[in-house]
């Protein structure tokens, strides 16, 4: 069992034990509907049971001081966030750009190309190092595929701690208002024109969302590529490689927004970790538009 199903087999014994999931909120607000436990209760009524059967035979015996104890330090025990995670106060933030695998019927995974929208699939959210990230997929499809990982799409102030740390002045992921060219994988221009032409009066949506766009050498790279684009909380390429969608409801246009720049421009809309587009639908994507997962940190961290 890898490190995924490991974690997520402590949480839900500890979810079936009766731990709760951590104070539910995060530091920063404008968080996505939280996809962690509902906190339902799974004890049975058995004051209930006792009248409709007389006696209750299946109720479990008295909960003794051990019992709780014994409960009360799994809870304690239960690390705050999966391991390909970073914890920073409240909430769990993807140490890489996300990539995705599409989920079966059966509930069984298959590998999805970063390079492909994703269509009709059905696909979870991952994050490793060494990986082609998911390009060409859309907040809606973004935020699908973080809560079939039991996660969410991060908030603003979220991205932006995870991005700057804590230094609030900082631009960038290597601090300071100073942009240092090569660092991030940013400043490369768009690659539309290799493939399509310079005139983009004929570029259409079709071509913007062309596989070839993001396998071109020098363009697109693997997560964690880029030793130097590293925040102080090991947090990697949120400045450059693909834009980030974030949870921002659609405002008043039916926009979203995303962060953090791509690999052609991370400077013109903000810069580094100001950067933010505005102009698009959440049902939008294009080669440049990619995603990474956040959720609430729980258990005693």
Same mark, same amino acid.
Not at 32 to 52: E, I
Not at 90 to 115: I, K, L, M, Q, W
Not at 286 to 298: E, I, K, P, V
């Given at each position: 069992?890898?490190?995924?199903?490991?974690?997520?087999? +402590?949480? +839900?014994?500890?979810?079936?034990?009766?731990?709760?999931?951590?104070?539910?909120?995060?530091?920063?607000?404008?968080?996505?509907?939280?996809?962690?436990?509902?906190?339902?209760?799974?004890?049975?009524?058995?004051?209930?049971?006792?009248?409709?059967?007389?006696?209750?035979?299946? $109720?479990?015996?008295?909960?003794?001081?051990?019992?709780?104890?014994?409960?009360?330090?799994?809870?304690?025990?239960?690390?705050?966030?999966?391991?390909?995670?970073?914890?920073?106060?409240?909430?769990?933030?993807?140490?890489?750009?996300?990539?995705?695998?599409?989920?079966?019927?059966?509930?069984?995974?298959?590998?999805?190309?970063?390079?492909?929208?994703?269509?009709?699939?059905?696909?979870?959210?991952?994050?490793?190092?060494?990986?082609?990230?998911?390009? @060409?997929?859309?907040?809606?499809?973004?935020?699908?595929?973080?809560?079939?990982?039991?996660?969410? &799409?991060?908030?603003?102030?979220?991205?932006? &701690?995870?991005?700057?740390?804590?230094?609030?002045?900082?631009?960038?992921?290597?601090?300071?208002?100073?942009? +240092?060219?090569?660092?991030?994988?940013?400043?490369?221009?768009?690659?539309?024109?290799?493939?399509?032409?310079?005139?983009?009066?004929?570029?259409?949506?079709?071509?913007?969302?062309?596989?070839?766009?993001?396998?071109?050498?020098?363009? &697109?790279?693997?997560?964690?590529?880029?030793?130097?684009?590293?925040?102080? @909380?090991?947090?990697?390429?949120?400045?450059?490689? &693909?834009?980030?969608?974030?949870?921002?409801?659609?405002?008043?246009?039916?926009?979203?927004?995303?962060?953090?720049?791509?690999?052609?421009?991370?400077?013109?809309?903000?810069?580094?970790?100001?950067?933010?587009? $505005?102009?698009?639908?959440?049902?939008?994507?294009? @080669?440049?538009?990619?995603?990474?997962?956040?959720?609430?940190?729980?258990?005693?961290?």
């Amino acid at each position: 069992m890898g490190a995924d199903g490991v974690w997520a087999t +402590l949480f +839900l014994a500890a979810a079936v034990a009766g731990c709760g999931s951590g104070d539910g909120g995060t530091a920063t607000g404008d968080a996505s509907a939280d996809t962690s436990p509902d906190g339902t209760s799974h004890v049975a009524d058995a004051p209930t049971r006792a009248m409709d059967a007389g006696v209750d035979h299946a $109720s479990p015996p008295p909960r003794d001081a051990t019992t709780t104890a014994r409960d009360a330090g799994a809870d304690a025990a239960l690390p705050p966030c999966p391991p390909e995670m970073v914890h920073i106060e409240a909430f769990c933030v993807d140490r890489y750009e996300a990539y995705v695998v599409n989920v079966e019927p059966d509930g069984g995974e298959s590998p999805h190309s970063g390079y492909d929208v994703i269509g009709d699939a059905s696909v979870r959210a991952k994050s490793a190092a060494g990986v082609v990230p998911q390009g @060409y997929i859309s907040q809606v499809e973004a935020t699908a595929a973080c809560e079939a990982a039991g996660k969410r &799409l991060c908030a603003a102030e979220e991205f932006a &701690l995870a991005c700057r740390g804590p230094d609030a002045g900082s631009y960038y992921p290597y601090g300071g208002e100073t942009h +240092l060219p090569g660092d991030c994988n940013e400043g490369k221009g768009s690659e539309m024109p290799l493939l399509f032409g310079s005139n983009a009066a004929d570029w259409t949506y079709a071509d913007f969302n062309d596989p070839r766009l993001n396998q071109i050498d020098g363009g &697109l790279a693997r997560t964690g590529s880029y030793p130097k684009c590293v925040s102080p @909380y090991g947090v990697y390429d949120c400045v450059g490689n &693909l834009h980030e969608w974030g949870s921002d409801p659609a405002d008043q246009n039916g926009h979203g927004r995303f962060r953090g720049g791509f690999y052609g421009d991370a400077e013109e809309n903000g810069h580094g970790c100001l950067y933010v587009t $505005s102009a698009h639908a959440l049902t939008y994507h294009d @080669y440049s538009t990619g995603f990474r997962c956040c959720r609430d940190a729980t258990g005693g961290g």
